[in-house]
């Protein structure tokens, strides 16, 4: 995916997320906050045979953030459990399909953070 279209789909997914709310039935949740530029994430989980069924977020915060949380819900579905929880940065910027700034780096990895603790 050439930059562009990266950059478009990050607007995209800001202004359209996906996968938001809270899911009545989840197995693991979580609240989670960047304190330096107050983004915000709930996300909540339903894991069923070490897999990743069903994602759900409330977010509220910078275009990388809530665009981060509304990608890596689309893209977890189905995941199995050990497998995110090692996911880092580098797999995140493949994911999200842009480079992520040093500067943009907290509120990119806010909703990973929030799933992996919502893991533990």
């Known amino acids: 995916m050439n930059d562009q279209i ?3 789909n990050l607007i995209d997914h800001y202004k ?9 039935k989840a197995t693991n949740t979580v609240e989670c906050s960047n304190v330096t530029c107050g983004d915000e994430v709930k996300v909540s989980l339903l894991i069923k045979a070490g897999k990743i069924e069903e994602i759900r977020h409330e977010s509220a915060g910078c275009v990388m953030s809530v ?14 459990v050990e497998k995110v929880k090692k996911l880092d940065k580098d797999a995140l910027q493949e994911i ?6 040093p500067s ?17």
């Open 6 to 8: 990266s950059r478009q």
């Open 16 to 24: 359209n997320p996906r996968n938001v709310g809270v899911l009545k």
């Open 67 to 80: 665009a981060g949380i509304s990608i890596l819900s689309e893209e977890l579905i189905g995941m199995e």
């Open 96 to 101: 999200l399909g842009i480079e992520i700034t």
């Open 104 to 120: 943009r780096l907290k509120c990119a990895m806010l909703g990973l953070e929030a799933i992996k603790k919502a893991l533990n």
